[in-house]
């Protein structure tokens, strides 16, 4: 499974972005999704996930109210909508799938909140 990551960049504070990951495969075909991100000098932890066959979503305590996930299950691609972004969301955000006991990660996209 090969995952492609996209849409980071640099954003005012307050500002929003859409990340964007594209699957090799079908998104029915994974048991769960999700972002992660790795800020300067910390872990990577995770954003925001979602279970494919169940309504069930996880989003991290920062960020619940201002990001979601959205799928389009017709491109094979799934999105982080951001809204309200601030410095403390500046980070590499890394998108990835988990297929059975497998989790593949997408190569990581920037994103950078500044004025």
């Known amino acids: 499974v090969q995952l492609q990551a996209s849409g980071g960049g640099l954003v005012q504070p307050g500002g929003s972005l859409i990340l964007s990951c594209t699957t090799s495969?079908?998104?029915?075909?994974?048991?769960?999704l999700g972002w992660h991100r790795q800020a300067p000098g910390k872990e990577r932890v995770l954003v925001a996930g979602?279970?494919?066959?169940?309504?069930?979503?996880i989003y991290t305590g920062s960020v619940k109210g201002r990001f979601s996930i959205r799928r389009d299950y017709a491109k094979n691609t799934y999105y982080l909508d951001m809204t309200n972004l601030g410095p403390e969301d500046t980070a590499v955000y890394f998108c990835?799938?988990?297929?059975?006991?497998?989790?593949?990660w997408g190569q990581g996209t920037q994103v950078t909140v500044s004025s």
């Open positions: 990835f799938v988990d297929m059975g006991p497998d989790r593949y």
């Open positions: 495969g079908s998104i029915f075909s994974v048991n769960r």
């Open positions: 979602a279970a494919i066959h169940h309504n069930n979503e």
